[in-house]
């Protein structure tokens, strides 16, 4: 049982391009999230699905997009890197919402953006 | 929107010693969720609570809805403890996170 499974663990863009960070659970969960880590910060959410079609935006949304066309997977794409999008991005997921259960975390993706 | 205030934000002590870290939050929330990041970034959760006390080894978790406070308490403190704990609340906007507590166990 794997959990919470992200890719790539790092990456470095240049401004301008774009990227999708991949996040997928084998754990059935309906509820899955994006948020990024910065110094000084605490979590933010990003973005999040409540279930496979279904998508919603978080606080710090813009520059983002997501889409939830599977249970298992939650892609979280930059259609163009900008500097401030350099952070730290976990992705996580839980059994369902509005149910206050575990979430389970994936291992982070540490993003640099040039 | 929930505010989530943790203390102290960084606490370095020697071996053996008994850890507390303290959580407030400012609106009424569902359940509270203690997360401990070790270096290296992975996010583990450690309890999830709305009510009373929960234990796991030697880690001990309470909370008090109507003060809206929460400690984590570590006994018998190791260098292995050494960790960022984070603390989180579910409310109706979804879960919301302290900026966490730096912790450093001296051998």
């Known amino acids: 049982n794997a959990g919470v499974t992200q890719t790539p663990k790092f990456q470095v863009l240049k401004t301008g391009q774009s990227m999708t960070l991949q996040c997928a659970q084998d754990m059935n969960h309906e509820y899955m999230s994006w948020y990024r880590q910065d110094p000084g910060m605490g979590l933010r959410l990003i973005h999040y699905s409540v279930g496979a079609g279904i998508t919603d935006q978080g606080e710090v949304p813009n520059g983002y997009n997501v889409s939830r066309s599977t249970t298992e997977d939650f892609p979280l794409r930059l259609l163009s890197a900008a500097p401030s999008q350099t952070s730290v991005y976990f992705c996580?997921?839980?059994?369902?919402?509005?149910?206050?259960?575990?979430?389970?975390f994936g291992d982070g993706t540490r993003l640099s953006i040039l | 929107k929930n505010e989530v205030e943790q203390s102290p934000q960084n606490l370095t002590a020697q071996e053996g010693e008994f850890i507390t870290i303290n959580c407030s939050y400012s609106?009424?929330?569902?359940?509270l969720h203690w997360l401990q990041q070790h270096p290296g970034g992975g996010i583990v959760s450690l309890f999830m609570?709305?009510?009373g006390k929960k234990k796991h080894g030697r880690l001990i978790a309470t909370i008090n809805i109507q003060e809206k406070h929460s400690s984590l308490h570590i006994t018998a403190s190791h260098p292995r403890d050494s960790a960022v704990y984070i603390c989180a609340v579910w409310g109706a906007d979804g879960l919301t996170f302290g900026k966490g507590t730096h912790l450093i166990i001296q051998p």
């Open positions: 996580a997921s839980k059994m369902s919402w509005p149910s206050s259960q575990a979430q389970h």
């Open positions: 609106v009424g929330i569902s359940a």
């Open positions: 609570l709305s009510s």
